[in-house]
């Protein structure tokens, strides 16, 4: 059966540390993948996208990386903030159309 | 420039109610979405409207959930007659147009429903 599986257990990290949250995918072939913050009440917010052709993607503190044979996405923050506590969503982009399909999400709390 | 807008952001209704939710994409956007996550789910894809056409509607639910986009623009997605069932929260999302793949998706805050 296809399933999206990400951290099932809230991720608690020390500011400065780097924060690795894990997305793996299972009987899906995405053209694209995609990460979201979603804070308490708000909708998802996007972060980052990656092709399938690409192995790694950086925007300022954070970094994407896919690798297709594993059918696995890993997203890093760096030097990690308080500010950064919030679930944050793996979803993967089908080959044909523009659905999204999710996965349960990450909570992570960086802690001061 | 203004996001995606929902409304109401908060609705009540009795089983067997009829209610209407609205989504105003961002300005120009032809691509229209709506999801849901109902309790301890994950979000999951509704519909896809480009323009005022139905592109994907394959996850809908049931014939008791209808959406509309009326000459492009907004969108409603209304629900006859309400089941406990379909408490959750609605998102509606956009994107610019085209069918490029990784476009960038844009959610609204939800409309969270309640069904008593």
């Known amino acids: 059966s296809q399933k999206i599986e990400q951290n099932s257990e809230a991720l608690n990290i020390q500011e400065g540390k780097t924060a690795t949250l894990t997305c793996n995918y299972t009987?899906?072939?995405?053209?694209?993948l995609q990460w979201y913050r979603q804070d308490p009440g708000r909708g998802p917010v996007f972060l980052l996208l990656?092709?399938?052709?690409?192995k790694e993607k950086r925007k300022e503190r954070l970094k994407v990386t896919f690798d297709t044979t594993l059918k696995q996405s890993l997203f890093h923050i760096t030097a990690s903030q308080p500010a950064d506590s919030a679930t944050y969503l793996c979803?993967?982009?089908?080959?044909?159309?523009?659905?999204?399909?999710f996965g349960a999400g990450t909570i992570l709390r960086v802690k001061s | 420039e203004a996001g995606v807008t929902q409304f109401p952001s908060h609705s009540v209704i009795e089983k067997g109610q009829t209610v209407t939710l609205r989504c105003d994409p961002i300005?120009?956007?032809?691509?229209l979405y709506w999801y849901r996550r109902v309790m301890g789910k994950e979000i999951k894809f509704l519909l896809h409207?480009?323009?005022?056409?139905?592109?994907?509607e394959s996850g809908m639910p049931n014939n008791r959930f209808l959406a509309e986009r009326t000459g492009g623009t907004y969108s409603t997605l209304k629900v006859q007659p309400a089941e406990l069932e379909d408490s959750g929260v609605y998102f509606c999302?956009?994107?610019?147009?085209?069918?490029?793949?990784?476009?960038?998706?844009?959610f609204g805050e939800g409309s969270w429903l309640t069904v008593v």
């Open positions: 999302a956009s994107s610019p147009p085209g069918q490029g793949w990784g476009n960038t998706i844009y």
């Open positions: 009987n899906y072939s995405p053209a694209y």
């Open positions: 990656i092709r399938e052709n690409e």
């Open positions: 979803a993967l982009q089908l080959e044909y159309g523009n659905k999204l399909v």
């Open positions: 300005s120009g956007h032809d691509n």
């Open positions: 409207f480009v323009k005022e056409s139905k592109q994907d």
